[in-house]
């Protein structure tokens, strides 16, 4: 899958890989999708992959916002950065352990909507030339959104295969 560099080929890279993750998961029988993975510590199920997706599109729906409004927000909370993220996944993995499975999936279906409704309000020039928001470093807006989106999937898509063959 060629990484996006158009609003357009965002757009529908990112609905793609969200279609491919839910059609794949809904082709699981009731049991394996509510199975242990039997290879993980953080994300041990279904619950946890589409929770950690939540989240971190959270992630950049809040920041996105907070920098837009004028307040100078990094992308992740103090005190994590892109070096002790896995840290924070811990967190996000705590935060969630009462979180039915069937809500996870809501949560992330509207979340990705949230996302994608997003996405459409920037141009072209905004997502894909670098240094564009000063907020954004020395990356481009879209390539934060590939990473919450159709990246994001591509990796819970992977992870969800390696527990259908262990099990």
């Not at 059609?23 to 009731?30: A, K, L, P, R, V």
């Not at 949230?114 to 481009?140: A, R």
């Amino acid at each position: 899958m060629p990484r996006p560099t158009t609003k357009q080929d965002l757009i529908a890279t990112a609905n793609e890989q969200f279609y491919k993750l839910f059609n794949f998961i809904d082709s699981m029988s009731e049991e394996k999708q509510n199975a242990t993975f039997l290879f993980e510590d953080r994300d041990r199920n279904l619950r946890d992959v589409l929770i950690h997706l939540y989240e971190w599109q959270q992630l950049l729906l809040n920041w996105i916002k907070a920098n837009k409004a004028g307040i100078n927000k990094h992308f992740l909370p103090e005190p994590y950065n892109f070096k002790t993220y896995p840290e924070f996944n811990i967190k996000l993995w705590e935060k969630h352990q009462n979180t039915l499975y069937k809500k996870s999936k809501e949560m992330l279906k509207k979340s990705h909507n949230k996302v994608m409704q997003l996405i459409d309000t920037f141009s072209n020039d905004e997502l894909f030339t670098k240094k564009y928001f000063p907020w954004t470093g020395t990356t481009t807006l879209g390539s934060y959104c590939i990473s919450v989106t159709s990246s994001h999937y591509d990796w819970a898509i992977k992870k969800i295969k390696k527990h259908i063959k262990n099990t």
